[in-house]
Nanobody, 117 residues
Framework: QVQLVESGGGLVQAGGSLRLSCVASGSVSRINTMGWYRQAPGKQRELVAVITSAGSTNYADSVKGRFTISRDNAKNTVYLQMNSLKPEDTAVYYC???????????WGQGTQVTVSS
């Protein structure tokens, strides 16, 4: 089992920045992939960014060049630095983690990000 706790969401004006954090606890030694999804009202949950334990990253096209995912394995923490925020980035952001050789995702409780125009 893995428990994930997110923080760092809030209200920001368009063009501003926020940094989300997600701390993992439990069976963290088995974690390979960590990342962030988001879900806006009335829309499906979508992948924002992912990072492996080796540091490989992948981003949704909509956030490339604006968001940066990073990871501190010693602290079992993944971060999402969000710059040049747009109103369309408004959503609940969910942290997830996945063990190596598994297709099961553990999820955090979500943190609200609201970008005003």
């Amino acid at each position: 089992q893995v428990q994930l706790v997110e923080s760092g969401g809030g209200l920001v004006q368009a063009g501003g920045s926020l940094r989300l954090s997600c701390v993992a606890s439990g069976s963290v030694s088995r974690i390979n992939t960590m990342g962030w999804y988001r879900q806006a009202p009335g829309k499906q949950r979508e992948l924002v960014a992912v990072i492996t334990s080796a540091g490989s990253t992948n981003y949704a096209d909509s956030v490339k060049g604006r968001f940066t995912i990073s990871r501190d394995n010693a602290k079992n923490t993944v971060y999402l630095q969000m710059n040049s925020l747009k109103p369309e980035d408004t959503a609940v952001y969910y942290c997830y983690s996945r063990w190596e050789f598994s297709t099961y995702n553990y999820w955090g409780q979500g943190t609200q990000v609201t970008v005003s125009s």
